[in-house]
């Protein structure tokens, strides 16, 4: 008979650091954490963005202004806060407006250098999990092609892609050396409520309220759809294993082409099919194509892949929306 795992910590009364939390990604990582007790903090630009965001995403955590476009607060953050474990959600350039070379490397490279730095000063914990999950990117795979798996050597061919990977190779390298556990969990195709509106769900969502025509690419593209939530819930499973890996992609393992995500979710939200205007519109520099991901290294640590498909991604998305 298989012997069930071992019971993993939780994170109820535990001091956690997340940067980035008003972010996409970073707000349902925040509510994950709320609702599991954590001692929380958050790092964010704007008060005001974060005191909007409490109530919807019911986080419960302690605000701090942090630059971190400027070396120094971020390092006397984690000396003064003690945290037990950081999660860096935190990024630069996933939004087309963000085009600043210098503050990419800044964000998504040398913050992370810097969070490790800091971590191997600050004093010991009994935290028996990571010290620092830190959210990559597919992006930094770029033209790498194939089946993507962590052993797969990069290729980026973005400034977002390139940054991202600088701040994964200061984590793999900081696990060789093992005085820090820390690891890089590639997200892929995130989607679901907080997306920036420019992006395809919430492009499909608002077009609720109109009648023209939709703009869309061809939909060929073949990506790895995860949800939102179940990419924090994810995050933190990882969070709370002793270090295997350095580098985690978080993915289904399964592709869904864009135009199948399009039609299904156009079912959910009671789009005309008509109005779906495939190949009014071309594919931005970003894309990268690529074979199914392997999920291989998240079954093995936490012990499955994300399973939430598009119909009931978008499902509770429109529910959470409507409530």
């Given at each position: ?33 709320s ?118 050597e ?17 984590v ?43 703009p ?23 969070g ?7 580098v ?34 071309e ?13 291989s ?27």
């Amino acid at each position: 008979m298989t012997s069930p795992p071992p019971p993993y910590p939780t994170y109820s009364g535990r001091r956690v650091l997340l940067l980035g939390a008003t972010g996409f990604i970073g707000r349902w990582v925040a509510r994950r954490l709320s609702a599991e007790g954590a001692n929380l903090r958050v790092s964010v630009r704007n008060l005001n963005t974060f005191n909007d965001l409490q109530s919807i995403y019911q986080i419960n955590g302690t605000p701090v202004v942090l630059d971190l476009g400027a070396a120094g607060p971020l390092a006397e953050e984690v000396h003064s806060w003690q945290p037990e474990i950081v999660f860096n959600l935190a990024g630069y350039g996933v939004d087309p407006e963000e085009s600043d070379p210098g503050m990419a490397w800044r964000v998504n490279s040398e913050v992370v250098t810097e969070l490790l730095d800091a971590l191997r000063e600050a004093s010991d914990s009994t935290w028996p999990g990571l010290r620092l999950v830190h959210a990559g990117s597919a992006l930094e795979y770029g033209d790498a092609g194939g089946g993507l798996e962590e052993t797969t050597e990069p290729l980026p061919d973005t400034l977002y892609g390139q940054s991202k990977l600088a701040g994964t190779l200061a984590v793999d390298r900081e696990h060789a050396i093992g005085s820090v556990t820390a690891t890089s969990a590639r997200l892929f195709t995130v989607y679901g409520p907080g997306e920036h509106p420019s992006r395809l769900l919430p492009t499909l969502l608002n077009a609720r309220g109109t009648t023209c025509e939709i703009p869309l690419t061809e939909g060929l593209q073949q990506r790895d759809f995860t949800y939102v939530d179940e990419v924090a819930e994810l995050l933190l499973e990882v969070g709370r294993r002793p270090p295997a890996y350095s580098v985690i992609n978080v993915a289904t393992g399964v592709l869904t082409s864009v135009r199948q995500f399009v039609i299904e979710a156009a079912s959910v939200l009671g789009l005309d099919s008509g109005r779906l205007g495939f190949g009014t519109t071309e594919s931005t520099r970003a894309e990268i194509h690529h074979q199914a991901v392997s999920p291989s290294r998240l079954n093995e640590t936490v012990g499955r892949a994300a399973i939430i498909g598009p119909l009931e991604g978008v499902r509770r998305t429109l529910a959470f929306y409507d409530s």
